[in-house]
């Protein structure tokens, strides 16, 4: 790896032909991966790649005129002091406002690249056209809230603004409420069924952190391996197996942890009180997100989490 320092006046040049190149590749990806669900941002970002184009071009021209053909590949992480950068092709689920801050940040680093190499010139053309990419790196900010303006209206907005709230719920709250259901419902049973079993708090604590941890494990498998998120648009399925076995194992420990109170009739009260709260919880989520009329998502939180939690009284009584 070389120090920007040791590098020529050709290898300069050679440089910054490659960082348009990059730029304009990335730019031209992130337009790829945003056009489904953002095709207004998406066309944005391919104005921005026409403009890298253009910048690669003109250091061509003059590289050409000072070095002849050969071009050697010089590339940015053979070069201390750039930012290392995931490539595109392993960040397809990079939020929009991520991607909206990833470009900016590009923008900025080759702004002071291109600063940085005009006090390493000599040649007068040379320094002219390092200082004109300099001054439009800077107003390439400008230039992509102009295309914003002329791109994105207000429609198109309230588009990619619902298509952002999509994505979201497709990719964490569902998964996340499938989890947090089935840890809050699921371990109501064998919780209350141990603890009125044996009437010994720390006996249902065990019982209960088994069985949210394991329903936890659970649950992140089969929700990771459910599908790959390529035509469902779900997003990536270990970051969505990851959400459900978190929300799974939080739904379970609520509960559990009043069972760390000695008394077990004060820990069983504590509990239920906790486990009406999750159900309340879970049945806002279904309404505010998943559209479920709020009586309607009550009713059914409710009904099963009464049958489950009468059916552990019923086997632990027993």
Not at 148 to 170: C, H, I, P, S, Y
């Amino acid at each position: 790896m070389r120090s920007f320092d040791s590098l020529s006046e050709r290898e300069i040049l050679a440089l910054a032909i490659s960082l348009e190149e990059e730029d304009a590749r990335i730019y031209a990806d992130l337009a790829e991966n945003l056009k489904a669900d953002y095709p207004a941002t998406a066309e944005v970002f391919m104005g921005m790649r026409a403009e890298e184009d253009e910048h690669r071009r003109r250091l061509i021209e003059i590289y050409r005129q000072r070095f002849g053909e050969h071009i050697p590949l010089i590339r940015k992480q053979d070069v201390r002091g750039f930012i290392r950068r995931r490539p595109m092709w392993l960040s397809k689920s990079l939020g929009i406002d991520r991607v909206r801050k990833l470009a900016e940040s590009m923008e900025m680093e080759t702004r002071q690249f291109y600063e940085a190499a005009m006090k390493r010139t000599t040649d007068a053309g040379v320094r002219e056209l390092l200082g004109d990419l300099a001054a439009q790196e800077r107003e390439h900010t400008h230039i992509a809230e102009e295309l914003g303006k002329e791109k994105l209206t207000t429609d198109m907005r309230k588009q990619e603004d619902e298509a952002r709230r999509r994505l979201f719920v497709l990719q964490v709250v569902q998964p996340g409420l499938a989890g947090l259901m089935d840890g809050s419902v699921s371990t109501l049973a064998p919780l209350f069924a141990a603890a009125f079993a044996t009437r010994i708090s720390l006996d249902a604590f065990r019982v209960g952190l088994a069985a949210s941890v394991g329903a936890g494990i659970s649950m992140g498998f089969a929700e990771a391996l459910s599908d790959d998120g390529t035509l469902t648009g779900r997003g990536h399925p270990w970051i969505r197996g990851i959400v459900c076995g978190l929300m799974t194992t939080l739904g379970g420990i609520g509960h559990t942890l009043p069972y760390l109170i000695g008394d077990f009739y004060m820990a069983t009260t504590l509990a239920v009180v906790v486990v009406v709260v999750e159900l309340a919880a879970i049945a806002y989520i279904r309404n505010h997100f998943m559209d479920t009329p709020f009586l309607a998502a009550a009713f059914q939180v409710v009904v099963g989490g009464v049958l489950v939690f009468l059916a552990g009284i019923l086997i632990g009584s027993a």
